[in-house]
């Protein structure tokens, strides 16, 4: 092989491999390339996304208002059961007081 047979040989491997490269470049652009429709899907995926954390922004505030309100009626609950506990205690020594005072009535 002489000198311009290498050259020849060689100008042909590199426009090969230079093709192979251009036709591999292509293929994987067109292979990946997004279309209008994939652009449209993506666009409702993320409206939907928003729209559900919206949503769940407003559960989450509505759940803390009720457990407020529900917070509050306990300790409202809790009040007034202790304030009628002590009132039965109070009825219930008044009670016994009164049971002790007729006894010694009828005793005496």
Same mark, same amino acid.
Do not use: P
């Given at each position: 092989?002489?000198?311009?047979?290498?050259?020849?040989?060689?100008?042909?491997?590199?426009?090969?491999?230079?093709?192979?490269?251009?036709?591999?470049?292509?293929?994987?652009?067109? =292979?990946? /390339?997004?279309?209008?429709?994939?652009?449209?899907?993506?666009?409702?995926?993320?409206?939907?996304? +928003?729209? @559900? !954390? *919206?949503?769940?922004?407003?559960?989450?505030?509505?759940?803390?208002?009720?457990?407020?309100?529900?917070?509050?009626? =306990?300790? /409202?609950?809790?009040?007034?059961?202790?304030?009628?506990?002590?009132?039965?205690?109070?009825?219930? +020594?008044? @009670? !016994? *007081?009164?049971?002790?005072?007729?006894?010694?009535?009828?005793?005496?």
């Amino acid at each position: 092989m002489n000198r311009t047979e290498f050259i020849i040989a060689t100008a042909i491997i590199l426009f090969v491999a230079f093709a192979l490269g251009w036709f591999a470049c292509w293929l994987l652009h067109r =292979l990946s /390339q997004v279309t209008q429709a994939d652009m449209g899907e993506l666009e409702k995926m993320a409206r939907d996304l +928003h729209d @559900a !954390e *919206e949503a769940r922004d407003a559960a989450l505030v509505t759940l803390e208002e009720r457990e407020a309100q529900l917070v509050s009626q =306990l300790g /409202q609950s809790q009040a007034e059961l202790k304030a009628a506990m002590d009132g039965l205690r109070d009825a219930r +020594h008044e @009670a !016994e *007081e009164l049971r002790a005072y007729i006894e010694k009535l009828n005793a005496g």
